[in-house]
């Protein structure tokens, strides 16, 4: 399946963009410890799919491993899927976005708190 491109933009640009903010649309709120990507994607309308999944594609890929805090204050901390929908989160949905992620990359269970602030993070698994 090939992947929708991924940019990495200013939190504080994205007031510009004339699209959706997938954060509003589906959730990471009740991303608990234990649960997987699967559970996550669970809170999307299907039509919202391929960009989410882009978005995991890209974290992945970039081995993003950051906190809320780098999120909305990183020059290239916000994700926008085709130069259209982005996802710009407060410190505890990023949590629960990049818990997501790495719960199901990794195998190991995380929660929303290991991924709220970078001073919190877990130790990085890869180099």
Known sequence: MHQLPVTWHRYENIDT?????????GGSFD????????DYLAGYEPEW???????????????????????????????????RHFMGCGWRSWGGLLAAVWSSELSRNFSYLDFYVDGGLPARPFE
């Open 49 to 83: 799919h391929p960009y989410v999944e882009a978005i995991r594609h890209a974290i992945v890929e970039g081995q993003v491993w950051a906190g809320g805090d780098w999120h909305q204050y990183s020059p290239q901390g916000v994700p926008v899927v085709a130069g």
């Open 31 to 38: 991303f608990k410890e234990g649960m997987r990507w699967p």
């Open 17 to 25: 963009l004339e699209s959706y903010n997938l954060n509003d649309l």
